[in-house]
């Protein structure tokens, strides 16, 4: 194994492992303020297409990017104003946001998968890129690489050091004393679940505009469900998010070149390792100490907030 | 006022004679459905299935009703799917391999519909099976790799491991063999047919391993983008793909589906439908190769071209002995080509010189 190969590796893992870094993120805060959103898969879907439409028409990375969030909150807001508004079951409007995303996306997409784009590069900062091993590790990576780290830093930062992170975490843990104490439950977890949606929608845009320049029906291929666990996986903390979207990665990327390097592991046990590796920690969770569990995942997760005062 | 009765009973059963005499020509259309693995729009293997509706269309116009399912995923779910295409049309076309015991379960109990499975091998009363010789083209397309690696290592994105899928990488690396002696198969099992995000990281992992021309097994446009980026080349599977990189494409491997749907939906039609078993090549037009690329030297260009010929007249079969299995035991002596059956439609070993493992 030569550096060139290794450096390739890491690329290679951050690639696969920033869509579900934004997707997980976002469905971090959405689960701290009490809201259980399944629907991540169909926000990733149609930020993926509305991000590839707009870079093919326009060829504008930043406006793509935009559409992609937009594109992510509009359909977020339909999940808020199911669930918010009209009370519906929290999970039962995940599923069916999920459905109508990818339905939606592959109508909208018809005659857009004969066409490709041109990648978002990665950044090139004269001298610093240049560096010999460095260079590519810290600052060969695509702009969005970065931007999913900060996005994580922000989380927490907001989440752990201001005063609205700490009321929405309140609210998240006990929407009625929230409530009863003056705080607008209603407002805090839509404005939570529109952030939701605005990552999973760069994230769907990853898949489509840094990752491979074309549009293809469900070409999301259940990550967004991969995030989903992944927040499970982090036991709602934000640092963990990256940890574990590291080891998805990593082992979608190591089992590809275990092959390619005929290292003798049924390649099938491999594809498994993630999903394993979830049920694993969700096991270790529930085994583990029951009070720090208990202490970071939200009481009121996917309960629907109904007030009568 | 008889007189009147009269014309208008003349004109009454004048009427009815001519209704029953359009009826009688301009019969009811036939009905046909098909179930796709992916979406029209994967611009390979499915698309190339739904060309070959467009195809259909376009010949029978009035006289066909067509229905499509898209992204039927190959498990519990197809069943149900083709049992719901069925309960009312004439003939069901499912397309991919992984719909063969759910087609011929189903079958069983619509005895009056005709079915027809892709790539499988259960035949039943009302089930034929169809499938075309794509490992014709790669041995076409083997050659062309062999001359134009510089690396010596081909990279090979494949899907499942079924017979299909090892009778192109057997044939391919046959043919590459043939004419470069060092060239060697990095093999990577993607275990999907369509994921551009898997299939693009794949593609990624063979370059750094030092592959320097990728061929696939799956059907998404992601890998030819990405020897695009990396200024390597490339094969089109299932269908044109020079588009999605103009540089990298070198040839794409295209199944031509219309004129078999043609041909099975007529004999349904009229009723001289049975169950058959066609397994069609460059011989029979199911298989073309696109243009090849200008980016191949004359000689190459030239040898791609005879190859092709050679099979389209039917003079070579990509599996001609001498050939030993992987373990070194002989497969096939000096000049003989093996059976449809059972070495090549079951085929579940990879040849001699291959280095990787065969998959469980």
Known sequence: ??????????????????????????????ERSGVLNLGVEGMMIVGALAGFVVQFHSGNAFLALLAAILAGMAIASIFAFLTQILLTNHVATGLSLTLFGL?????????????????????????????????????????????????????????????????????????DAAHAIGHNVVRYRVLAILFGGAMAG?????????????????????????????????????????LGALIFGGITILQLHAQGFDIRISAQYLSMLPYLATIAILVSLRMGDKSKTNRTMPNCLGRIFHSTT | MSNRKLTSILKFSLLSAILAFTSSVFADPTKAAFVYVGPIGDMGWTYQHHQGVEYVKSHMGDDVEITYVESVPEGADAERVIENLARDNDIVFTTSFGYMNPTVKVAKRYPDVKFEHATGYMLADNVSVYSARFYENRHVIGKIAGRM???????????????????????????????NPDVQFKIIWAYTWFDPGKEADAANALIAQGADVLMQHTDSTAIMTIAEEKGIYAFGQASDMSAFGPNAHLTSIIDIWGPYYLKRIIAARYGTWESTDTFGGAEEGMLVLSSLSDKLPADVKEEAEKTFDDLVNGNVDPFTGPINKQDGSPWLAEGETPPMFPDVITMDFYVEGIDSKYPD
């Open chain 1, 103 to 175: 339905g939606i996306a592959a109508f909208v997409g018809r005659g857009y998968s004969e066409v490709r784009i041109e990648l978002i590069s990665a950044i090139h900062i004269p001298f610093l890129s240049d560096l010999p091993i460095v260079g590519p590790l810290l600052f060969g990576y695509n702009p969005l690489v970065y931007l999913a780290i900060f996005m994580v830093f922000l989380v927490w930062w907001f989440l752990f050091k201001t005063k609205q992170g700490l009321i929405l975490r309140a609210i998240g843990d006990n929407h």
């Open chain 1, 202 to 242: 760069i994230g769907g845009a990853f898949l489509s505009l840094v990752q491979v320049p074309i549009w293809g029906e469900d070409m999301t291929a259940g990550r967004g469900w991969i995030a989903l666990g992944l927040v499970v996986f982090s036991s709602w903390q934000p640092f963990k998010v990256i």
């Open chain 2, 149 to 179: 690696t510089e690396s010596n290592i081909v990279g090979y994105i494949a899907s499942y491991p079924i017979p299909e899928v090892i009778r192109g990488i057997n044939s391919a690396f046959l043919a590459a063999r043939s004419v």
């Open chain 1, 1 to 30: 194994m030569n550096e060139g190969l290794i450096i390739d590796i890491i690329i290679g893992i951050s690639i696969a492992s920033v869509p579900l870094i934004f997707a997980s993120i976002g469905e971090l805060l959405v």
